[in-house]
């Protein structure tokens, strides 16, 4: 029985008395007439709509006592809170992948009820391939809510797919005639359910429209102060914010129209306010991260910082929106590295730009600004350009006696010297670097920009070439390799790894698989699909190089992460690690030599397997599951940072050899 017209909780037992047949009786003695009427029945008895008569909820509980065989079904937003409720949450429907097909796409029950409510006004609308991707972001962008859903397909009578995708507020605000005036559009949906708030919810409910991506939390309590657990979960019993439990702890979100709708109810006064509150402790968690990224709990905070981008990056625009350049430039600061290991080049190049035309940014801000954006466009292939932010960031660091930016420019412009060929400038920069570093504070980047700077010098030597080029290389990195494992440092274990197995192939094939083998499994723990590709390239050239033959398994294997290789390097977009001594003409041999191997439909069947294997997948095939290398010593750790223990360092229980006190010459 619907329940949405009552508005007097003492109104609900009269009601059900009235609809099983036990007579119109009012007051106390409802409860026993109904209860009297239902007990020797066996009755399911549906009350819909009860979310806003919950006062009502004794009753009903003291009627499901007082009758063994009667079951009731409430729905309701919010819980009833009595003994033996049990609670079913009706998520929103299922939504296509962001890959699916277009036989995917309209499979998924979302699009499914989003087409059977279109054919109710244009009998004969069919989805063409075309627009099956747009119908998917019409479902995505409504959150897979039936009753959006439904509202929004309607208006297909008079708007295309690609048309109603960019009009959804007005195809939201109008529905059938016969629906309760609350259900006839979304907005009045939401304010019955924000009606039923008091205003202690009803402020946070506006509020939280400023998280773009959800919130923790701890985030939150730095946002609106530590009172806030009571509020926030009025909003969830409400089901106008949603709650998963991971295993990181309890995450919350709003689904997208909701936050919509709280974003049109926050005023510009208040929505500033917020907006720095929530900028700041944004900030906060940013710069907890950057100092993460180069120790052992790298992998923890880059998966956490995933999950918080969208607010990181709503942070940096609200920031420059505001004219606060010293937030806005410190967080572009603190994001540049997960940046640059996720792959999120084009976007943090965006950022780093915006940042910059902010009136007014302090010289020690915007060093840090051109750092970073030089750093995105190393990483997008644009090595001159790079080189001349750098340049520019470190006539400013010179000019202010920044020690710490002197570091990362002079190691900046050895490796854009590096990537442009010209290896004796990088050799002279990148040992300028070395002692900059290591005079650094250990809480500075020193300690990990020392350790980086020792690999790219190795590579820079090798580069230069000489009799005594191999040595002096290998030194340093080793000695960058064993700061970074001292330190738990993922990144710069690799980088080191790549260099020696490029440096043992000649002559220990074995020695630079096991190097390739590890490097791969740490580049898949910290997510960077870039610098697993390089790995992967590595590993085909010399598991089909011209030393020894290649058939059968074997081929079918390499051809299979050379396909892997290429989806990794598509989906960041860049190479990224243009300090890497690649040889081109080698892999481009090795290609041909499994392609001759395998036959062209065999050969290009197992790349093509390769670009669809998930990065798990990728590891065991690329690193030989079961066989007891390095790599596997190095598992991704099962807590984040916060969750009671570090992230788990590579090499962990293995003897890393002391860095010397000294660099190398």
């Known amino acids: 029985m619907p329940l949405a017209t009552l508005d007097d909780a003492g109104a609900v037992l009269p009601a059900v008395a009235r609809a099983v047949g036990a007579g119109a009786v009012d007051g ?8 009297a009427h239902l007990r020797p029945l066996r009755l399911l008895l ?22 063994p065989d009667l079951s009731v079904l409430v729905t309701s937003r919010a819980p009833l809170r009595v003994g033996g409720e049990v609670e079913h949450r009706v998520e929103p429907l299922a939504l296509p992948g962001a890959t699916a097909s277009p036989g995917e796409v309209l499979a998924s029950p979302a699009v499914t009820l989003f ?17 099956a991707r747009t119908v998917a972001d019409v479902c995505a962008a409504l959150a897979g809510i039936p009753l959006a859903l439904e509202l929004a397909a309607a208006r297909v009578r008079v708007l295309s797919p690609r048309d109603l995708l960019t009009r959804l507020d007005e195809a939201l605000s109008g529905g059938r005639r016969d629906l309760p005036e609350r259900q006839r559009t979304m907005q009045a949906t939401l304010d019955w359910s924000i009606g039923l708030l008091d205003d202690p919810a009803r402020r946070l409910f506006r509020r939280l429209a400023v998280f773009a991506g959800g919130w923790t939390l701890p985030v939150l309590e730095a946002v609106e102060g530590p009172a806030v657990l009571p509020v926030l979960e009025a909003l969830v019993e409400q089901s106008l914010v949603r709650v998963e439990h991971t295993g990181d702890g309890a995450r919350f979100s709003m689904l997208e129209p909701t936050r919509q709708h709280a ?21 906060a968690l940013a710069e907890e991260a950057y100092v993460g990224y180069q120790r052992d709990a790298q992998v923890g905070w880059l998966r956490r910082v995933e999950r918080e981008h969208a607010d990181l990056l709503a942070a940096v625009d609200s920031s420059c929106a505001a004219g606060d ?3 806005a430039g410190r967080l572009v600061w603190a994001m540049w590295l997960f940046w640059w290991m996720h792959g999120h080049l084009a976007v943090g190049r965006r950022a780093c730009e915006a940042v910059l035309d902010v009136p007014g940014l302090t010289d020690r801000v915007r060093v840090r600004v051109d750092l970073a954006l030089g750093a995105m466009l190393f990483a997008q292939g644009e090595h001159e350009h790079a080189e001349e932010v750098w340049q520019r960031a470190h006539r400013l660091a ?9 570091a990362h420019t002079t190691a900046g412009t050895g490796i854009t010297a590096l990537a442009r060929g010209d290896a004796a400038t990088a050799v002279a920069r990148l040992r300028t670097a070395l002692p900059l570093a290591a005079a650094l504070p250990a809480a500075s980047d020193g300690p990990w920009l020392q350790a980086l700077g020792h690999v790219w010098t190795g590579t820079a030597l090798t580069a230069l070439g000489g009799p005594d080029a191999p040595r002096r290389a290998r030194e340093h990195f080793e000695a960058g390799l064993a700061l970074a494992r001292a330190r738990g440092d993922r990144l710069t274990t690799f980088v080191a790894l790549y260099n020696l197995a490029q440096a043992e192939a000649p002559r220990d094939p074995l020695a630079a698989r096991r190097h390739l083998r590890e490097g791969t499994a740490l580049s898949a ?16 050239v010399l598991g089909a190089g011209a030393h020894e033959p290649v058939a059968g398994e074997d081929a079918q294997r390499l051809a299979t992460a050379l396909g892997a290789a290429r989806a990794a390097r598509e989906t960041v977009g860049a190479d990224v690690y243009g300090f890497y001594l690649r040889d081109d003409a080698q892999l481009a041999a090795a290609r041909e030599r499994l392609r001759e191997a395998l036959g062209e439909d065999r050969f290009a069947a197992a790349v093509t397997a390769g670009r669809a294997l998930p990065v798990a997948d990728v590891v065991r095939l690329a690193t030989g599951e079961g066989e007891p290398d390095r790599a596997t010593d190095a598992g991704e750790p099962d807590r984040a940072p916060g969750a009671g223990e570090p992230d788990r360092a590579p090499g962990a229980g293995l003897t890393a050899r002391a860095a010397p006190a000294t660099a190398p010459s």
């Not at 106390?28 to 209860?35: C, H, I, L, S, T």
């Not at 500033?272 to 900028?279: D, L, M, Q, S, T």
């Not at 010179?398 to 002197?406: F, K, P, S, V």
């Not at 723990?525 to 085909?540: E, P, T, Y």
């Open 325 to 327: 350049g010293e937030t």
């Open 28 to 35: 106390p003695a409802a409860r026993d007439a109904v209860a």
């Open 525 to 540: 723990q910290v997510g960077d699909l870039a610098n697993l590709s390089h790995f992967l390239d590595a590993l085909v």
């Open 46 to 67: 549906v009350l819909d709509n009860l979310e806003h008569l919950l006062d009502a909820a004794a009753d009903v509980a003291e009627l499901v006592r007082a009758c």
């Open 115 to 131: 087409c059977e409510r279109a054919r109710d006004v244009v009998p004969g609308f069919t989805v063409e391939r075309d627009d």
């Open 398 to 406: 010179e000019a202010g006696g920044d020690d710490e930016a002197l």
């Open 263 to 283: 974003r049109r109810l926050l005023g510009e006064d208040e929505r500033a306010r917020v907006a720095a509150a929530h900028a700041a402790a944004h900030l």
